[in-house]
């Protein structure tokens, strides 16, 4: 079975500024996939940034990027330039890619990250 | 295209009643699962049906949670005589495939309260 773990239950970060959160994993599989969602107040879950376990390189959507080290089982979020929008929860998710995982997401406890002005 | 849809968004059931979430997918969508967040938790796995059929339930209660996904209309998931520990947000997604290359869509949940 897969756990990923975030250790942060809480960040808090200026606006403009950059700030990143953590994420580890335990898998064994070799073969994977990793997402980060944002969840704002709203409770919508919304997909920010995805990582493929067999491409070195790291992800990057806009102000998002990712530092993804897979023998250490790291994933983190690197947010650039925090806006206030970016305030919610964020959770760290694994996917594995074959047998019959489908599309069984496996989430963090999440972090609470909180743009101040 | 309209996203995810769920109902209702909030419900209020005293123990031992019943409960029913709907979730009607994305158009074109004909997978769905579901997925349960407990009060200060992420979100947990519960069942994952394509059209007319449950293909893994095993994040799913064995007794009083139940799931479908009927040939015409949403997804729903029944929860029978409810009690106090089945509070909690439960939420939807859809994808239009099975495996990790499609993206989940999420609805913006239902948070029951059991009184």
């Known amino acids: 079975a897969q756990t990923v773990t975030q250790s942060q239950p809480e960040m808090s970060v200026q606006e403009a500024e950059t700030v990143t959160l953590s994420c580890t994993y335990d898998?064994?599989?070799?073969?994977?996939?990793l997402f980060w969602y944002k969840q704002p107040p709203s409770r919508q879950m919304i997909l920010v940034i995805r990582?493929?376990?067999?491409?070195?390189q790291n992800a990057t959507e806009n102000r998002f990027s990712v530092n993804f080290q897979k023998a250490a089982k790291s994933f983190s979020l690197k947010i650039s330039d925090s806006q206030l929008g970016d305030t919610a929860m964020y959770f760290c998710a694994f996917l594995r890619a074959g047998g019959t995982s489908y599309g069984k997401l496996t989430f963090g406890q999440g972090t609470i990250l909180t743009v101040h002005p | 295209n309209a996203g995810v849809m769920q109902n209702p968004r909030h419900l209020v059931r005293r123990r031992g009643q019943e409960a029913r979430l709907r979730c009607s997918p994305m158009k074109g969508h004909s997978h769905v699962y579901w997925y349960r967040q407990l009060p200060e938790e992420g979100l947990k796995f519960m069942v994952y049906?394509?059209?007319?059929?449950?293909?893994?339930e095993s994040g799913m209660p064995k007794e009083r949670f139940s799931a479908e996904f009927p040939k015409e209309g949403p997804s729903i998931l029944r929860i029978q005589q409810v009690v106090r520990g089945d509070s909690a947000a439960y939420f939807c997604a859809s994808s239009p495939g099975a495996g990790p290359h499609y993206e989940q869509y999420f609805g913006p949940g239902t948070r029951l309260t059991v009184t």
């Open positions: 990582q493929e376990a067999y491409k070195q």
């Open positions: 898998t064994s599989e070799n073969n994977y996939y």
């Open positions: 049906l394509q059209k007319e059929n449950i293909i893994d």
